[in-house]
């Protein structure tokens, strides 16, 4: 086996647990991969606004600094120890189950996050990628690994990761009256274009690319306005207030910035929407999405099929922004995670 096959990337940041089961338990019936994902934020939660030059870029990456995999580091890894609220999590086995399905369980029960697994291309692992959000208390939490053989039997091993607290940035974004008005439009069309979204964002699709790095950013030499899941106060133009999360990265660049594809992958969705303005959607693993809003053109077209480093469009201001900047977002399962984690995925 290569020592460079694709589940072994992606670890050096993370602490590993070793082969520390702590239960195995027979199980059988239960599980079923139409399984819904539980407590995620929709896409259209995903509203970008430019706050303008000088606001602050606050938040801190959780997962850095960290020595990186060696020798020494198990080919078949186990959960991390511990990760950061936006984070996710790349799970791999060498399980002969026809199915995989890692679920991470609150110390009261609850589902915070799950992942189905998916086959490698190269070296026939299943691998799995769970998303950790943003919200999640610090904490102890149980991530179940379930798996269903082809004879009907199942097992259930379960490890303990620990979630610690991260800082996010908080931010004001005062709104015009056309920018307050996207917000509330409530128009069918808006409606279609959210669903559209969503039922893109929740699909996992077996048969998906396989791309597991290296990514890369979408503009080049940028500065950033707005980090990963920094709250932000929105004032409407009528005063009113409300405080959303930024489910993305938004660089400050000029209209007409050259916008590239962060991996290989599908293009899922390239158009105009009203809240977003003109959007691409690249399909890059079984649930792992990249977005990228507020272009002034598109140079991709759906069903296309993108490198790292594809020309996918120019960057503009169009749907609800403030001013020329890209919005750069990861979605995992539907639910946004840190383009930086995917950024240092080694
Ligand atoms: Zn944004």
């Known amino acids: 086996m290569s020592s460079r096959g694709l ?3 992606g670890w050096g940041a993370l602490s590993l647990a070793g082969a520390a089961y702590l239960s195995c338990a027979a199980m059988g019936g239960r599980f079923s991969h139409s399984a819904a994902f539980e407590g995620n934020p929709p896409g259209e939660a995903s509203l970008a606004a430019d706050p303008g030059p000088g606001a602050p870029a606050a938040a801190a990456s959780g997962a850095s600094g960290a020595s990186g995999a060696d020798a020494a580091v198990p080919r078949v890894r186990t959960a991390p120890v511990e990760a950061y609220p936006g984070d996710a999590i790349l799970l791999e086995t060498a399980s002969e189950a026809r199915e995989v399905l890692w679920i991470l369980l609150s110390s009261r029960g609850y589902r915070v996050s799950s992942a189905r697994g998916f086959g490698g291309s190269e070296t026939g692992l299943t691998a799995g990628l769970l998303a950790l959000p943003v919200h999640t208390e610090p904490g102890s939490y149980r991530l179940e690994r379930i798996e269903r053989f082809p004879d009907g039997s199942a097992r259930e ?3 303990t990761l620990t979630v610690l607290g991260r800082d996010f940035g908080l931010e004001e974004v005062r709104l015009s009256a056309a920018n307050t008005a996207i917000r509330r439009d409530a128009s069918p069309q808006r409606k279609r274009q959210i669903d ?13 690319p396989r791309f597991f790095g290296p ?6 030499d940028a500065r950033r306005s ?8 929105y004032r409407y133009a009528d005063g009113r207030k409300e405080t959303v999360v930024h489910w993305g990265i938004d660089y400050a660049v000029p209209r007409g910035t050259p916008v590239y594809a962060s991996g290989d992958g599908l293009v899922a969705l390239a158009e105009d929407r009203i809240s977003t303005g003109l959007t691409v959607v690249i399909e890059h693993l079984p649930g792992v999405y990249s ?3 507020h272009l002034d053109s598109l140079a991709a077209s759906e069903g296309e099929s993108v490198r790292a480093g594809t020309l996918i469009g120019a960057s503009g201001s169009t749907g609800l922004s403030t001013g020329p900047h890209l919005h750069l977002e990861f979605r995992v399962n539907g639910e946004a995670v840190s383009p930086d984690w995917f950024f240092t995925l080694k």
Request: hydrophobic share 40%; net charge negative; no cysteine.
């Open 157 to 159: 091993t379960t490890e």
């Open 291 to 293: 977005l990228y809003y």
């Open 215 to 220: 990514w890369i950013h979408p503009v080049k």
């Open 226 to 233: 707005s980090e990963f899941a920094d709250r932000r106060e």
């Open 196 to 208: 559209r979204l969503n039922e893109i964002l929740f699909r996992f699709d077996p048969d998906a």
């Open 7 to 9: 589940f072994n990337l």
